[in-house]
């Protein structure tokens, strides 16, 4: 049994996304549906992600701003801002600059005066190739300033952190550094699905999973490793972090384990009942150079905050989300 969070209305920012419509499922579980969803529901089927769920109202991302100014959205307690374009192959910096930065500090800049509690998607992306380490515990702008993002989306959310830790208001605000977040709901992410989404589709297509051969000597074909977490642990631990009022500045949001994708690919096959059948295909010269060959969260500030709650292992979580969701493509909320 979850706990009560300690408030009451709640804006929900990319709420028809990924992790944003996870959230809003889990905010329903414990019983808010004081919900407001904002989105940009565009020619995607994201929109289906929001028929299960219950929300108060719904209204479009350019809206969102004007209405808060206005007064016309009324208060809200909470925050949870998801909103973003999170494609790591995103070239159009301008765009990942106003739609991930820009739009961030200005909602950041509505609700902090007004001591509403404000929680951000940051990224792993913003650790690079983890050369300065992945180790959230060094939160001022010197540190921060060190990272070195492989990747324009990465770098526009270093640019948000930086910006709220020099003008000392990181202190207030929650900054959620998801890693290789998997689940239910993500079906709209194109190129962006997770391998499990891919996957899925090529097996039942081909029989077969095509995983990227290593480019480096020190690591074998698909032995390439990641953190994995399944969405559901994913949105347990932001809202933790949400109604911990002690909980502040940026944490690894991750399993703490690194699993490589023939391991990931092992339980995809095991939750299908199918033998496994790998072919290693050259990764595109175009990423080669921006690739991590591995990533692990440590979340030891995350059990710190309080949050004591088992991960479901890799191998739960990817037959969970194959056979209650990819297989009768299910959304959260359609249980």
Same mark, same amino acid.
């Given at each position: 049994?979850?706990?009560?969070?300690?408030?009451?209305?709640?804006?929900?920012?990319?709420?028809?996304?990924?992790?944003?419509?996870?959230?809003?499922?889990?905010?329903?579980?414990?019983?808010?549906?004081?919900?407001?969803?904002?989105?940009?529901?565009?020619?995607?089927?994201?929109?289906?992600?929001?028929?299960?769920?219950?929300?108060?109202?719904?209204?479009?991302?350019?809206?969102?701003?004007?209405?808060?100014?206005?007064?016309?959205?009324?208060?809200?307690?909470?925050?949870?801002?998801?909103?973003?374009?999170?494609?790591?192959?995103?070239?159009?910096?301008?765009?990942?600059?106003?739609?991930? /930065?820009?739009?961030?500090?200005?909602?950041?800049?509505?609700?902090?005066?007004?001591?509403?509690?404000?929680?951000?998607? +940051?990224?792993?992306?913003?650790?690079?190739?983890?050369?300065?380490?992945?180790?959230?515990? %060094?939160?001022?702008?010197? +540190?921060?300033?060190?990272?070195?993002?492989?990747?324009?989306?990465?770098?526009?959310?270093?640019?948000?952190?930086?910006?709220? %830790?020099?003008?000392?208001?990181?202190?207030?605000?929650?900054?959620?550094?998801?890693?290789?977040?998997?689940?239910?709901?993500?079906?709209?992410?194109?190129?962006? =699905?997770?391998?499990?989404?891919?996957?899925?589709?090529?097996?039942?297509?081909?029989?077969?999973?095509?995983? /990227?051969?290593?480019? =480096?000597?020190?690591? =074998?074909?698909?032995?390439? +490793?990641?953190?994995?977490?399944?969405?559901?642990?994913?949105?347990?631990?932001?809202?933790?972090?949400?109604?911990?009022?002690?909980?502040?500045?940026?944490?690894?949001?991750?399993?703490?384990?690194?699993?490589?994708?023939?391991?990931?690919?092992?339980?995809? /096959?095991?939750?299908?009942?199918?033998?496994?059948?790998?072919?290693?295909?050259?990764?595109?010269? +175009?990423?080669?150079?921006?690739?991590?060959?591995?990533?692990?969260?440590?979340?030891?500030?995350?059990?710190a905050a309080g949050y004591d709650a088992p991960v479901t292992?890799?191998?739960?979580?990817? =037959?969970?989300?194959?056979?209650?969701?990819?297989?009768?493509?299910?959304?959260?909320?359609?249980?």
């Open positions: 049994m979850t706990s009560p969070l300690p408030f009451g209305r709640v804006l929900v920012t990319g709420g028809a996304g990924f992790i944003g419509s996870a959230l809003v499922w889990a905010l329903n579980r414990r019983g808010v549906e004081r919900v407001v969803v904002c989105d940009r529901l565009g020619t995607d089927e994201k929109w289906r992600n929001l028929v299960p769920l219950a929300f108060e109202d719904y209204l479009e991302a350019d809206d969102l701003l004007p209405r808060l100014a206005s007064g016309a959205l009324g208060t809200f307690d909470c925050v949870l801002h998801m909103g973003a374009c999170s494609a790591t192959t995103e070239r159009d910096a301008t765009y990942l600059a106003r739609n991930n /930065f820009e739009f961030t500090k200005a909602l950041a800049e509505w609700c902090v005066p007004r001591g509403v509690r404000f929680v951000y998607a +940051s990224s792993a992306a913003t650790y690079g190739d983890g050369t300065h380490g992945m180790d959230d515990r %060094a939160q001022d702008a010197d +540190s921060l300033q060190r990272l070195r993002p492989l990747n324009a989306y990465g770098y526009s959310k270093q640019l948000f952190d930086l910006w709220a %830790a020099r003008r000392g208001v990181l202190d207030r605000m929650v900054g959620c550094k998801f890693f290789n977040v998997f689940g239910p709901n993500e079906a709209h992410k194109g190129d962006m =699905r997770s391998l499990v989404h891919k996957a899925f589709g090529q097996v039942e297509e081909t029989g077969e999973v095509r995983l /990227f051969r290593s480019h =480096r000597p020190d690591y =074998r074909d698909g032995e390439q +490793s990641r953190d994995f977490l399944y969405v559901k642990d994913c949105v347990a631990m932001t809202l933790h972090l949400a109604g911990t009022p002690g909980a502040s500045g940026l944490y690894n949001l991750g399993s703490g384990e690194a699993n490589t994708w023939n391991a990931l690919a092992g339980a995809l /096959f095991s939750a299908m009942g199918r033998e496994p059948r790998i072919t290693y295909v050259d990764m595109p010269e +175009s990423i080669r150079d921006k690739y991590q060959y591995h990533t692990r969260a440590d979340v030891s500030r995350l059990r292992p890799l191998a739960d979580a990817v =037959r969970d989300y194959v056979v209650h969701y990819l297989a009768g493509d299910r959304r959260l909320g359609d249980e």
